[in-house]
């Protein structure tokens, strides 16, 4: 039997930032298993929107240091680190949205981010493809961006199968975890691992199942989320209308649009690949075509729905709920959030604490009571 210090179970952007992040700390020899090929779930089907403009103290820091490493990847591979810097809006429609926006621009800068609130008259001269109309202003944070997901899947392969100590194994099926005296036995379809630790970063479809295995409840659902393609709009910055559910960056040749039904189900088929909802997409052109009349009439090129991750407050998991078994968890924000997530839970694994995030943000235990809060800036998720 193949013996590692840990096993990972999904080798989407979370769990392959957790390997890279302890492969650089020196940590032991790491198992990281695939069912399908790394990259394969939510990560590579995600629109990449990285935004440090985050609504809780640890989204903000999350985002921050996520930005920062994508970088430094790119350069440390020598190749193209995906991420594209563009500026970011986030709109504010109402007199509430806005005071709590401006509360958010002051913890945001407090957390070092360089954020400002622009209001309208002034968010028309900067960005006059928007119609200001009907918006109070927006948050805008100018080093906000977006990575190219199929960019990120490459260089986090790359760097899994440079690292001598880990191991990524795709095409191979995590079926059952056994607790066997101190350790736990990781049951594949490639061979049984013998592992002190595991880490389930199984995502939207697999964190739930996998943590069921050694009984414990990790609330991770997924729900669908919507994403078309512009070929022929010019560039522009990113915005996001928070109260539509919509928001739009630029392409290499174009804009892309996301968005996501508040009433839409969780999904519970087991599926990544969902029916793309036209219905849905066409109920809500008004709405987008309003704020970015560039949009109007303007042809699609490509159109998919994904299967999108949450939890109950769009907040991360970064825990250990058992001995030598760890989750991980983006709460719908694993493509801004995936490389902080991999660095904070490589620092509970190899340390055993999470430096500079509050507790009650990130650990598992906090559903069990009322929430203290929620990250403020997020897709409208279902809430049943
Ligand atoms: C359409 C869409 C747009 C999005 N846009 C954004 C965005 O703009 N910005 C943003 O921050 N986030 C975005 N997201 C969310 C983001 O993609 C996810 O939060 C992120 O990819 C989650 O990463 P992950 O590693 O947790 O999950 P995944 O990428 O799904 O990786 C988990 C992996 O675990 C594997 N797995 C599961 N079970 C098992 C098992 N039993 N055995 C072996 N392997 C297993 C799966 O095959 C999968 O590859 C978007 C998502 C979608 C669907």
């Given at each position: 039997m193949a013996t590692y210090d840990l096993v990972i179970v999904g080798a989407g952007n979370l769990g392959l930032w957790t390997a890279h992040e302890l492969a650089k700390r020196g940590f032991g020899r790491v198992a990281v298993c695939e069912q399908?090929?790394?990259?394969?779930?939510a990560t590579t089907r995600s629109a990449g929107v990285v935004r440090?403009?985050?609504?809780?103290e640890t989204a903000i820091k999350l985002g921050m240091w996520s930005r920062e490493r994508y970088i430094g990847l790119g350069a440390e591979l020598g190749l193209d680190s995906g991420f594209v810097e563009t500026g970011y809006y986030v709109l504010a429609e109402t007199e509430e949205e806005k005071a709590a926006f401006l509360d958010l621009v002051r913890l945001r800068r407090e957390c070092g981010l360089q954020n400002a609130w622009v209001d309208a008259g002034e968010g028309r001269k900067m960005f006059?493809?928007?119609?200001?109309?009907?918006?109070l202003g927006a948050t805008y944070t100018p080093d906000d961006g977006y990575v190219h997901p199929p960019i990120v899947a490459r260089n986090m392969t790359i760097a899994a199968a440079r690292a001598p100590s880990v191991d990524l194994f795709e095409r191979?099926?995590?079926e059952g975890i056994e607790r066997v005296g101190g350790a736990y036995c990781v049951r594949t379809t490639r061979g049984t691992f013998e592992a002190e630790r595991v880490l389930?970063?199984?995502?939207?479809?697999g964190a739930r199942a996998i943590g069921a295995m050694v009984g414990v409840d990790v609330p991770v659902m997924a729900s669908r989320h919507l994403v078309v393609t512009f070929p022929d709009v010019a560039l522009f910055p990113m915005f996001f209308a928070l109260q539509k559910g919509v928001y739009v960056r630029p392409e290499e040749q174009g804009a892309l649009l996301g968005l996501s039904n508040p009433y839409e189900k969780a999904d519970t088929?087991?599926?990544?690949q969902l029916d793309f909802d036209w219905d849905y997409f066409e109920e809500m052109r008004p709405a987008w075509e309003s704020v970015?009349?560039?949009?109007?009439?303007q042809r699609v090129s490509r159109s998919w729905a994904g299967s999108i991750d949450y939890t109950p407050d769009h907040l991360p998991i970064i825990d250990?709920?058992?001995?030598?078994f760890y989750v991980l968890a983006a709460g719908g924000h694993g493509m801004m959030w995936g490389p902080a997530l991999g660095m904070k839970m490589a620092e509970l694994i190899a340390d055993g604490v999470v430096r500079d995030l509050p507790g009650d943000e990130i650990s598992l235990e906090r559903f069990s009571r009322p929430l203290a809060r929620h990250d403020a800036i997020a897709l409208p998720f279902p809430t049943s």
């Amino acid at each position: 039997m193949a013996t590692y210090d840990l096993v990972i179970v999904g080798a989407g952007n979370l769990g392959l930032w957790t390997a890279h992040e302890l492969a650089k700390r020196g940590f032991g020899r790491v198992a990281v298993c695939e069912q399908n090929w790394a990259g394969s779930g939510a990560t590579t089907r995600s629109a990449g929107v990285v935004r440090q403009q985050g609504g809780s103290e640890t989204a903000i820091k999350l985002g921050m240091w996520s930005r920062e490493r994508y970088i430094g990847l790119g350069a440390e591979l020598g190749l193209d680190s995906g991420f594209v810097e563009t500026g970011y809006y986030v709109l504010a429609e109402t007199e509430e949205e806005k005071a709590a926006f401006l509360d958010l621009v002051r913890l945001r800068r407090e957390c070092g981010l360089q954020n400002a609130w622009v209001d309208a008259g002034e968010g028309r001269k900067m960005f006059p493809q928007l119609d200001w109309e009907n918006l109070l202003g927006a948050t805008y944070t100018p080093d906000d961006g977006y990575v190219h997901p199929p960019i990120v899947a490459r260089n986090m392969t790359i760097a899994a199968a440079r690292a001598p100590s880990v191991d990524l194994f795709e095409r191979c099926v995590v079926e059952g975890i056994e607790r066997v005296g101190g350790a736990y036995c990781v049951r594949t379809t490639r061979g049984t691992f013998e592992a002190e630790r595991v880490l389930d970063a199984g995502g939207p479809r697999g964190a739930r199942a996998i943590g069921a295995m050694v009984g414990v409840d990790v609330p991770v659902m997924a729900s669908r989320h919507l994403v078309v393609t512009f070929p022929d709009v010019a560039l522009f910055p990113m915005f996001f209308a928070l109260q539509k559910g919509v928001y739009v960056r630029p392409e290499e040749q174009g804009a892309l649009l996301g968005l996501s039904n508040p009433y839409e189900k969780a999904d519970t088929t087991g599926r990544y690949q969902l029916d793309f909802d036209w219905d849905y997409f066409e109920e809500m052109r008004p709405a987008w075509e309003s704020v970015f009349p560039a949009l109007a009439g303007q042809r699609v090129s490509r159109s998919w729905a994904g299967s999108i991750d949450y939890t109950p407050d769009h907040l991360p998991i970064i825990d250990q709920p058992q001995a030598g078994f760890y989750v991980l968890a983006a709460g719908g924000h694993g493509m801004m959030w995936g490389p902080a997530l991999g660095m904070k839970m490589a620092e509970l694994i190899a340390d055993g604490v999470v430096r500079d995030l509050p507790g009650d943000e990130i650990s598992l235990e906090r559903f069990s009571r009322p929430l203290a809060r929620h990250d403020a800036i997020a897709l409208p998720f279902p809430t049943s």
